[in-house]
């Protein structure tokens, strides 16, 4: 994927050239406006129930205020291209649903208007977020976002599979890792382990994940750049390339994009994968949509055999990367009112509860309001009682420092993926291939003058 490159110039340029446009964003919410046409991106999930009940959602605001929103989506794969290419062209939309990252990156853009006011006004009525995610909407003091849900992985198994080899549910990395060469099976097309180093969050979250168990990151806790020439990085790395190298996982399984781990979970090739409960989603959904009795009955056995259990600790902690969607207003948005009243009536507890319900689990809400109205939901089984606590092992970007735009941009870069790939496709050693990446973020630092 092509990324934008902020030069240190152009960051400067952004950021002073938005002033008058973050001054307007930083004062409180005005009334719910009339007769607005704004346009709305969202993410197109996995799971299309959620993708129409925010859209519906949407269109309820519109109705209430004889307004418009023109709901336009991105993806996985392009959520950051889509994002930059609109940026370049000046078509930027009013309101845009951002990932974990893309807060601190597009503010330090001079993209977004600073919601500070806004954030203070709507609390009341749509409550707080947990203190490890405010700081995903959070940069130098300023609230440019307003955080709404996070989408987080889990880790997948199989229970038969495990329970037929005597082989224990893994609870850390390297568990994971001893129960893959377990129930590896090659000649009968079933490995132990699918993960791919992907250009998606699918890998780049994992990574992160893996990293910040292991208490490996690239910036301190004030968010400058550190060396990540160090023992605990040395050990992800290992356990990055080593799946590839022992032979248990598939031999194409570095080429897989964002469904390719989905899809050979479910058609039964894998033992494990990391994913989000998109995977539960099209285990239920083929069950209400099953032709027969006994076709019934064999996709039920199925649904009840996988498990969803959470992510995978490390020797420090079990720390999770996870899609934290949020709300931001561009600053080149023409009714920035209207976007405002847009976004307050999307996060409120009603309209978080709606979406929710058609979101199989993927849709964990994060303000304490719509995580109080989602109490029950998540009481379903064990699989939704683990979606139910995602919030509880999230930390974003850059741990353990805050996210920033240099942090943002390291993302972005797709370094913490290609760096594996490396040791994998291009035989280089592990030490090279993170003397490599550390000079890549480095210099992402140096010219962010982060």
Same mark, same amino acid.
């Given at each position: 994927?092509?990324?934008?490159?902020?030069?240190?110039?152009?960051?400067?340029?952004?950021?002073?050239?938005?002033?008058?446009?973050?001054?307007?964003?930083?004062?409180?919410?005005?009334?719910?406006?009339?007769?607005?046409?704004?346009?709305?991106?969202?993410?197109?999930?996995?799971?299309?129930?959620?993708?129409?009940?925010?859209?519906?959602?949407?269109?309820?605001?519109?109705?209430?205020?004889?307004?418009?929103?023109?709901?336009?989506?991105?993806?996985?794969?392009?959520?950051?291209?889509?994002?930059?290419?609109?940026?370049?062209?000046?078509? /930027?939309? +009013?309101?845009?649903?951002?990932?974990?990252?893309? #807060? $601190?990156?597009?503010?330090? !853009?001079?993209?977004?208007? @600073?919601?500070?006011?806004?954030?203070?006004?709507?609390?009341?009525?749509?409550?707080?977020?947990?203190?490890?995610?405010?700081?995903?909407?959070?940069?130098?003091?300023?609230?440019?976002?307003?955080?709404?849900?996070?989408?987080?992985?889990?880790?997948?198994?199989?229970?038969?599979?495990?329970?037929?080899?005597?082989?224990?549910?893994?609870?850390?990395?390297?568990?994971?890792?001893?129960?893959?060469?377990?129930?590896?099976?090659?000649?009968?097309?079933?490995?132990?382990?699918?993960?791919?180093?992907?250009?998606?969050?699918?890998?780049?979250?994992?990574?992160?994940?893996?990293?910040?168990?292991?208490?490996?990151?690239?910036? /301190?806790? +004030?968010?400058?750049?550190?060396?990540?020439?160090? #023992? $605990?990085?040395?050990?992800? !790395?290992?356990?990055?390339? @080593?799946?590839?190298?022992?032979?248990?996982?598939?031999?194409?399984?570095?080429?897989?994009?964002?469904?390719?781990?989905?899809?050979?979970?479910?058609?039964?090739?894998?033992?494990?994968?990391?994913?989000?409960?998109?995977?539960?989603?099209?285990?239920?959904?083929?069950?209400?949509?099953?032709?027969?009795?006994?076709?019934?009955?064999?996709?039920?056995?199925?649904?009840?055999?996988?498990?969803?259990?959470?992510?995978?600790?490390?020797?420090?902690?079990?720390?999770?990367?996870?899609?934290?969607?949020?709300?931001?207003?561009?600053?080149?948005?023409?009714?920035?009112?209207?976007?405002?009243?847009?976004?307050?009536?999307?996060?409120?507890?009603?309209?978080?509860?709606?979406?929710?319900?058609?979101?199989?689990?993927?849709?964990?809400?994060?303000?304490?309001?719509?995580?109080?109205?989602?109490?029950?939901?998540?009481?379903?089984?064990?699989?939704?009682?683990?979606?139910?606590?995602?919030?509880?092992?999230?930390?974003?970007?850059?741990?353990?420092?805050?996210?920033?735009?240099?942090?943002?941009e390291v993302q972005a870069s797709n370094v913490l993926t290609d760096a594996p790939a490396k040791v994998?496709?291009?035989?280089?050693?592990?030490?090279?291939?993170?003397?490599?990446?550390?000079?890549?973020?480095?210099?992402?630092?140096?010219?962010?003058?982060?």
């Amino acid at each position: 994927m092509a990324h934008l490159r902020v030069s240190r110039r152009r960051f400067l340029i952004g950021a002073g050239t938005a002033g008058a446009a973050l001054a307007l964003g930083a004062r409180e919410a005005p009334a719910q406006k009339k007769a607005a046409s704004l346009r709305l991106w969202i993410l197109k999930t996995y799971v299309e129930p959620t993708n129409k009940a925010v859209e519906a959602s949407a269109q309820r605001w519109a109705a209430k205020h004889g307004g418009t929103v023109t709901v336009e989506y991105f993806t996985f794969e392009d959520m950051q291209t889509k994002y930059v290419a609109a940026i370049e062209n000046k078509n /930027t939309p +009013d309101v845009g649903q951002l990932e974990t990252s893309a #807060p $601190a990156r597009f503010a330090g !853009m001079g993209q977004l208007l @600073d919601l500070s006011g806004f954030a203070k006004q709507v609390e009341s009525q749509v409550g707080k977020p947990p203190a490890n995610v405010a700081p995903v909407t959070i940069v130098d003091g300023k609230t440019w976002a307003i955080p709404w849900y996070i989408m987080a992985p889990f880790w997948y198994v199989w229970r038969d599979e495990f329970e037929k080899k005597k082989v224990k549910l893994p609870t850390t990395f390297e568990e994971a890792k001893q129960a893959a060469h377990a129930l590896n099976r090659p000649r009968d097309n079933f490995y132990g382990l699918g993960q791919s180093w992907n250009r998606t969050a699918d890998g780049y979250g994992v990574m992160q994940s893996l990293m910040y168990s292991y208490g490996a990151g690239w910036a /301190t806790r +004030d968010g400058k750049y550190r060396s990540l020439k160090t #023992p $605990a990085m040395q050990k992800v !790395m290992r356990w990055a390339t @080593d799946i590839y190298k022992e032979g248990i996982q598939p031999a194409d399984t570095l080429t897989w994009t964002g469904s390719g781990n989905n899809e050979n979970f479910i058609a039964h090739n894998i033992a494990q994968t990391s994913n989000g409960p998109s995977i539960t989603f099209a285990m239920e959904n083929a069950v209400a949509k099953a032709t027969d009795a006994a076709d019934r009955k064999k996709k039920e056995e199925a649904l009840a055999n996988h498990l969803a259990l959470p992510h995978p600790a490390g020797p420090e902690a079990r720390r999770m990367w996870a899609i934290a969607m949020s709300f931001s207003i561009f600053k080149n948005s023409k009714d920035p009112e209207a976007a405002m009243s847009l976004v307050a009536h999307l996060l409120s507890p009603e309209e978080t509860l709606g979406v929710m319900k058609d979101s199989y689990g993927q849709f964990a809400p994060v303000l304490d309001k719509g995580r109080l109205a989602s109490k029950d939901y998540f009481s379903k089984n064990d699989n939704y009682r683990t979606f139910g606590r995602a919030v509880e092992w999230f930390v974003p970007t850059g741990w353990p420092g805050p996210i920033t735009a240099a942090a943002a941009e390291v993302q972005a870069s797709n370094v913490l993926t290609d760096a594996p790939a490396k040791v994998i496709v291009d035989k280089w050693s592990v030490d090279q291939a993170i003397e490599w990446e550390d000079k890549k973020i480095k210099e992402i630092y140096s010219t962010l003058g982060a």
